[in-house]
């Protein structure tokens, strides 16, 4: 909140050069924070699985399958693209794995209710194109085109 504060001051700003200006660990924090992830992105139908056989769509709460709400299932998005674009900023191996009883996990993952969800290597390109496409499908035609 502070970063958008020091923004705020500057009366030769406009709203959009203010969102320009923030990281994409803040614009998540503040989507969370102001619980507008419905707004944001519908992901109803967003299935984990493609990404990782180790994922599920769901929580247990008392015993129960629960499936992840909308509101759920953006902040697990906007946690993946947080730490995918920290890993890749740090120049980290993007395509590590973990091993952990002879079965492979992804190693850029984030836990939701109890649940751990992760892109395999493999996967990462599919997400952000799904993500493109829920965003505006023209999008994804105009940027494989570039």
Do not use: W
Not at 50 to 78: A, C, H, M, P, W
Not at 116 to 141: A, R, S, W
């Amino acid at each position: 909140m502070a970063k958008i504060n020091e923004f705020k001051d500057k009366d030769s700003l406009e709203p959009h050069q203010i969102l320009s200006r923030l990281s994409l660990g803040v614009v998540a924090k503040l989507i969370i924070s102001y619980k507008v992830q419905n707004k944001i992105l519908d992901l109803r139908a967003f299935d984990f699985r493609k990404y990782s056989s180790s994922n599920r769509n769901f929580f247990i709460y008392e015993n129960t399958k629960q499936g992840f709400d909308n509101i759920d299932k953006v902040n697990i998005v906007l946690n993946l693209l947080h730490t995918l674009r920290n890993r890749a900023c740090h120049f980290e191996n993007l395509l590590k794995i973990r091993e952990n009883d002879n079965k492979l996990y992804p190693r850029i993952s984030t836990k939701e209710k109890g649940t751990n969800i992760g892109l395999m290597p493999d996967k990462i390109e599919n997400f952000l194109n799904d993500l493109i496409c829920l965003i505006n499908k023209d999008l994804l035609d105009y940027l494989n085109r570039g």
